[in-house]
T-cell receptor, first 111, second 113 residues
């Protein structure tokens, strides 16, 4: 069955460091991979989208890579700040009508 | 624009009661969807709609009904609430493009006793 895995353990890093979050998937051939941010008590907010034929996408301090051979996406936040503390969700879509989400990884950036 | 709005924000039901969670969007999005979020389970798709009059089942549709009479509104009905339906419910909308980038509402926290 299709499966999306994100590290369920919280990632704790020091302010100013680069945070790297991982999204692995199996039995899936996604055309699009997306990353969302979710703060406690709020709905997810879209951050970045990367297509299957793209290796890397950047937006300000955010960078996403997409390796369809390894079936993995990495999400990087450079120069991390305490305000970056949140849960980050990856989501996959094979260009159909259903977007499937991973369980999310909680990031804690300590000052 | 208000984006995606959901009401109520919190709700407590007794087992067997029915209720409707409301969702509305003002972005003229054709695609709307309902997710539930449970600890350790992530977001799971309940039902979705690609336009007025068209709905389809997602991953976990049992116990829920939807209808889409207008582009703006997509209510979710719980027919006979069960404790297993205790969850946080999110409504989302998107353009009809292949990526399905979602705009989420603030969520409804539902407790079934």
């Amino acid at each position: 069955s299709q499966k999306i895995e994100q590290n369920s353990e919280a990632l704790n890093i020091q302010e100013g460091k680069t945070a790297t979050l991982t999204c692995n998937y199996t039995n899936y051939s996604p055309a699009y991979l997306q990353w969302y941010r979710q703060d406690p008590g709020r709905g997810p907010v879209f951050l970045l989208l990367i297509r299957e034929n793209e290796k890397e996408k950047r937006k300000e301090r955010l960078k996403v890579t997409f390796d369809t051979t390894l079936k993995q996406s990495l999400f990087h936040i450079t120069a991390s700040q305490p305000a970056d503390s949140a849960t980050y969700l990856c989501a996959l879509n094979n260009a159909g009508n259903m977007l499937t989400f991973g369980g999310g990884t909680r990031l804690m950036v300590k000052p | 624009n208000a984006g995606v709005t959901q009401t109520p924000k919190f709700q407590v039901l007794k087992t067997g009661q029915s209720m409707t969670l409301q969702c509305a969007q003002d972005m003229n999005h054709e695609y709307m969807s309902w997710y539930r979020q449970d600890p350790g389970m992530g977001l799971r798709l309940i039902h979705y709609s690609v336009g007025a009059g068209i709905t389809d089942q997602g991953e976990v549709p049992n116990g829920y009904n939807v209808s889409r009479s207008t582009t703006e509104d997509f209510p979710l009905r719980l027919l006979s609430a069960a404790p297993s339906q205790t969850s946080v419910y999110f409504c989302a909308s998107s353009l009809v493009d292949p990526s399905r980038t979602q705009y989420f509402g603030p969520g409804t926290r539902l407790t079934v006793l």
